[in-house]
């Protein structure tokens, strides 16, 4: 049987390769050709063994439909780069780049399932917010009314994921503003957001804190109330940068109020006052400083104690059922929207299930 080799279109390759984060050599080594070859792949798009492409379609996590396309799609767009990270380090890695279209693909689909009315009647509360983005502590209890989530709701959740979870959701219900989380490395981005076309989305690094993930949400969210997408590794953030300076302000008096911070030096004290509000103990003696409320010296001798207790690496977990973590993975919000529209027979079985990563039979046991 002779091999079966394809002519295509050498600026759809390209792109696929590029959208994927991959160089030339990297992906020549996947499918075991000669770089130069591959090149040559991307210059004419001759003679490309279909056995060769359907590797490359695996390796960039894409059908094979596409690399027949006569033209060559969009370019997904990513958030601007907040991250103070120098040109050595800043450059996305391929599983960020795999999030940020996985995301796209989630909003295209709600703005398809909802439409474009109902998105933008969703945040209609922003056109009275936006003016008062800098003044965090005015605005905080406007926010907390919008939210429907009280300081006395705050102190009274039990643990930090139940905090998460309830904030997680207020945000999309009230707000509607989608909440994704995904693994990703955690020296490379904390969180980010979408503001360039509907619906809004924040997505937050599911390596982190529960802590952390609920600082990250409201940290974005500053960043939406200035209609800004943004890529955030907030922890390295400096006074020099001003909107991340901001948005780590925001978020921090919005979850720890001022009103609720006690004067210490005392780093169990600071663990219980931060375990009370659920926030990590950096954001708790942050306030402490933001409020003068700890000398400087202090300030930097507990926050070299509470670094140096940071775990590095991915979290460990056991099993996780699918339909578990495709929800948490992509939130209540569009998760139940999925399975609402497939109930309905807007969308198909097959489109569904690449939406929620479930095959049909977990996806007929949710409905």
């Known amino acids: 049987m002779s091999r079966i080799e394809l002519n295509i279109n050498p600026q759809v390759l390209r792109w696929a390769r590029e959208e994927a984060g991959y160089d030339p050599t ?57 991250r103070n990270l120098g040109p050595a380090n800043s450059k996305i890695s391929k599983k960020v780049l795999e999030v940020i279209r996985d995301v796209t693909y989630f909003r295209e689909m ?31 209890e406007q926010l ?36 994704f989380q995904f693994s990703m490395p955690m020296n490379e981005v904390q969180g980010f957001c979408f503001t360039d076309a509907y619906p809004y989305a924040i997505v937050v690094n599911s390596n982190h804190s529960y802590s952390g993930r609920i600082f990250t949400i409201f940290h974005e969210l500053a960043h939406i109330l200035r209609h800004q997408s943004g890529m955030c590794l907030f922890d390295k953030a400096t006074e020099k940068q001003t909107e991340e300076w901001e948005c780590n302000n925001f978020s ?13 030096d005392d780093l169990k004290e600071i663990t219980h006052y931060a375990a009370k509000l659920k926030v990590s103990r ?18 930097f001798s507990l926050l070299d104690q509470i670094k140096a207790t940071y775990k590095t690496g991915k979290k460990k977990g056991g099993f996780v059922l ?31 299930s690449n939406a929620l990563d479930l095959n049909v039979t977990r996806l007929l046991n949710e409905i």
Do not use: C, H
Request: proline share 3%.
């Open 322 to 352: 699918p339909e578990v973590r495709s929800k948490a993975s992509r939130g209540e919000t569009f998760f139940n929207m999925i399975l609402e529209a497939m109930y309905n027979n807007r969308i198909s079985y097959t489109k569904a």
């Open 282 to 299: 950096e954001v708790y003696l942050r306030r402490l400083k933001e409020e003068k409320k700890i000398s400087d010296m202090k300030f």
């Open 144 to 179: 907390r009314e919008l939210v429907n989530v009280s300081v006395e709701d705050q102190l009274q959740w039990k643990t930090d994921n139940e905090a998460y979870r309830k904030w997680r959701l207020a945000v999309e219900d009230r707000l509607g503003v989608l909440v």
């Open 26 to 82: 990297e992906i020549a080594d996947k499918v075991d050709v000669a770089t130069g070859r591959y090149k040559l792949w991307e210059k004419e798009g001759k003679n490309i063994p279909l056995g060769k492409l359907k590797t490359i379609a695996n390796s960039y996590k894409r059908q094979l439909a596409v690399f027949l396309l006569p033209e060559v799609p969009q370019k997904v767009i990513k958030p601007k780069d907040y």
């Open 252 to 264: 921090g008096n919005f979850l720890a109020p001022k009103y609720l911070i006690e004067q210490t």
């Open 110 to 140: 709600a703005l398809e399932l909802q439409g474009d009315s109902y998105w933008k009647s969703r945040y209609e509360w922003l056109n009275s917010a936006k003016w008062k983005v800098k003044d965090s502590n005015s605005f905080s």
